[in-house]
């Protein structure tokens, strides 16, 4: 028998859109029918219900969140309210994000991508439907969020304030926003798996040997350029490293053939500038020789005029700026 997966019908939201194709994805609700109605009976038969009817009870398969009391988040680490997608992800996404990593049960890649799913993509989604601003004490926004993220290219999936159009053409429009929504997940998701996962392995390789770049093990070296700031920030709080425990700069080769290398400064945060320590002042803003005589180090190819980031001809030099940017 066909499963039935019920939403509201009229205007639609990404919330929504995102929670029936998750539940697409899985074994339980893979083609099932779509209903879209306001009609209590029609909802009340249906095997599931999203984003309407004013009920959050897993065990009779319905995830509302508009309800008054409600106040149901991911888990404990979290504060953002959850929306109809958050909340099918929370219950349904372990299985989705199994099935696109192609795996046949549960395992720590899995756990793994399925909380940095939520934290990176479906979070946003859940903060922007119920009204959760990301920046709660700013009066005035900084910049206009683009109209060209995932929540507004579905909400133009809706017909304009001056287009006529049938229930028919509206469902079918929200069955293409839907789709939308769900194909971005998963691209997410195997994109986390073909390159975030394996960034992650040569980070936790270069801290395990921490100790043999510098013996204060506040220098690590990368056998490879790859994205690092997130993945070395987790992995100190995994292991308690706090304070003086923690890695001050990076050094990695340049994807050039020229074999330079680079030593970069480890930020507060990922998407920051502000650093744990810069490098020395004396030497921001000069290049090649001159920067060589300043800092005493050979082969220097610059140091940023921001202090977060400098280059060398060769690894050794690199771990020489690291050593005396570390004492000065």
Known sequence: MVKTIGTHSGHFHCDEALAVSLLKKTKEFTGAQLIRTRDANKLAECDIVVDVGGVYDPATHRYDHHQRGFTETFDDKHATKLSSAGLVYKHFGKEVVMHLLGKTEV??????????????????????????????????????????????????????????????????????????????????????????????????????????????????????????KEHLLDLEKERGLVEDKTVLYVLYPESSPEGNWRIQCVPLRPEGFENRKSLPEAWRGFRDDELSRISGVDGCIFTHAGGFIGGNKSRHGAYEMARLAIEL
């Open 107 to 228: 395992d720590d890649d899995v756990e793994m991508l399925y909380q940095k799913t939520y934290h990176g993509f479906v979070e946003a989604l859940d903060a922007n439907d119920n009204g959760i601003s990301a920046y709660p004490n700013t009066v005035s926004p900084l910049y206009k969020e683009s109209p060209t993220s995932l929540y507004h290219r579905v909400a133009k999936k809706n017909p304009n304030w001056n287009e006529p159009m049938t229930d028919a053409e509206i469902d079918a429009r929200f069955v293409e926003a839907s789709d939308m929504a769900g194909a971005e997940l998963a691209d997410y998701v195997k994109g986390l798996q073909v390159s975030w996962l394996p960034a992650r392995s040569l980070v936790v390789d270069a801290l395990d040997k921490a100790a043999e770049v510098h013996p204060s093990g506040r220098v690590i070296a990368l056998d490879r350029s790859c994205p690092w």
